[in-house]
């Protein structure tokens, strides 16, 4: 599970089943994030929390996508309804478009559209690519992932191409089993 400090020195916790906490050192607080009436903690297992460049938490859980305004403490929703194409997440990151890259358990690698109006979803799997992404990482135009079953790959940012290093790349015998970030 994750713990994230964010800019304003809140703690945000990932827990599972018990919702996501935000704990304020300075006073001793903590707060369970208030979710849609339609989804309940209980059911709720939360992977990864981060902040964007606006300061709202993004956080990932076995249902869905969460982004808290940290101020109101609102809560927006993004599911399958909204144009996910897996429910469960597992990374999250901040182009430097300020565009939201996520990384599903199962769906690939969908791209937050501008003014969060949908998603952009990338299937890895029509590439021969596993879809259960385990980190997100941008280095120039490339939006490099990887996955749980050995393999590390590149989103070009402009034209969509998904690019998988091969084999012969990798040392003789190398594997890697990954289970975070890149």
């Not at 599970?1 to 996501?20: E, R």
């Not at 869905?64 to 997440?89: C, D, H, Q, R, W």
Request: no cysteine; hydrophobic share 35%; net charge neutral.
């Amino acid at each position: 599970f994750n713990v994230k400090q964010d800019s304003h020195g809140y703690y945000w916790i990932a827990t599972n089943k018990k919702g996501l906490i935000r704990s304020d050192r300075s006073t001793n607080k903590t707060v369970t994030v208030s979710l849609p009436n339609t989804i309940k903690n209980e059911s709720l297992r939360f992977d990864i929390i981060t902040e964007d460049s606006r300061g709202s938490i993004w956080a990932g859980s076995s249902n869905g996508l969460f982004k808290i305004n940290t101020v109101s403490m609102l809560t927006e929703y993004f599911s399958e309804a909204s144009g996910l194409n897996y429910p469960e997440i597992n990374a999250i990151m901040e182009d430097n478009n300020h565009l939201m890259w996520i990384g599903t358990v199962g769906g690939g690698i969908n791209k937050m559209t501008p003014l969060n109006t949908g998603f952009k979803n990338f299937n890895l799997n029509k590439n021969g690519v596993g879809t259960y992404v385990m980190g997100l990482q941008q280095a120039g135009n490339d939006i490099w992932f990887q996955n749980i079953w050995d393999e590390v790959g590149k989103i070009n940012m402009q034209s969509g191409q998904i690019t998988l290093l091969t084999s012969p790349s990798q040392s003789e015998g190398f594997r890697w089993y990954s289970e975070g970030t890149i």
